[in-house]
């Protein structure tokens, strides 16, 4: 799938991956072509892979303080969904985030939850073929998986 494709139909979630907004796009896939689902799936996880670096999985959560008021730290999982977050932005914000990680922060505020976008793709297999699909993708989009945003990760 063509990134402009991706991109696209990720403008239909009107920049948040509500359960609602991503049902509609998970519909909305389900009538494209299988290919087009799988490549679907592919562009996402390489656009939350990309985000998996250290300058923006050290940020605090925005909205959040620990004990004493010091920051508190993004889990892996809320990670993961802040990532997911800044995709359901749109184009113009995952971009801009590489530019200057200040703009990735807000989306680490406990109200902001992508998570709803990762089950899109399954979603979509799912009504198009009315089978599970037990996927994988070219990239990992778990935290911490991309080793060239977190240098002091490898091996």
């Given at each position: 799938?063509p990134?402009?494709?991706?991109?696209?139909?990720?403008?239909?979630?009107?920049g948040?991956?509500?359960?609602?907004?991503?049902?509609?796009?998970?519909?909305?896939?389900?009538?494209?072509?299988?290919?087009?689902?799988?490549?679907?799936?592919?562009?996402?996880?390489?656009?939350?892979?990309?985000?998996?670096?250290?300058?923006?999985?050290t940020?605090?959560?925005v909205?959040?303080?620990?004990?004493?008021g010091?920051?508190?730290?993004?889990?892996?999982?809320?990670?993961?969904?802040?990532?997911?977050?800044?995709?359901?932005?749109?184009?113009?914000?995952?971009?801009?985030?590489?530019?200057?990680?200040?703009?990735?922060?807000?989306?680490?505020?406990?109200?902001?939850?992508?998570?709803?976008?990762?089950?899109?793709?399954?979603?979509?297999?799912?009504?198009?073929?009315?089978?599970?699909?037990?996927?994988?993708?070219?990239?990992?989009?778990?935290?911490?998986?991309?080793?060239?945003g977190?240098?002091?990760?490898?091996?």
């Amino acid at each position: 799938m063509p990134w402009a494709d991706f991109w696209a139909l990720i403008a239909t979630l009107n920049g948040e991956a509500t359960e609602e907004s991503c049902r509609r796009l998970a519909e909305e896939l389900s009538r494209r072509p299988v290919p087009d689902i799988i490549g679907f799936a592919e562009r996402l996880a390489e656009a939350v892979y990309r985000l998996d670096q250290e300058k923006f999985g050290t940020l605090p959560v925005v909205d959040l303080k620990a004990r004493l008021g010091s920051p508190f730290p993004q889990s892996s999982d809320v990670f993961l969904y802040t990532r997911c977050a800044v995709v359901a932005a749109g184009q113009a914000v995952w971009e801009s985030v590489f530019f200057d990680a200040d703009k990735f922060a807000p989306y680490t505020s406990s109200e902001c939850d992508g998570e709803w976008l990762l089950y899109v793709p399954d979603k979509a297999y799912e009504l198009a073929t009315g089978e599970e699909w037990d996927r994988s993708t070219r990239y990992c989009f778990e935290s911490y998986s991309n080793r060239d945003g977190w240098p002091d990760l490898r091996d």
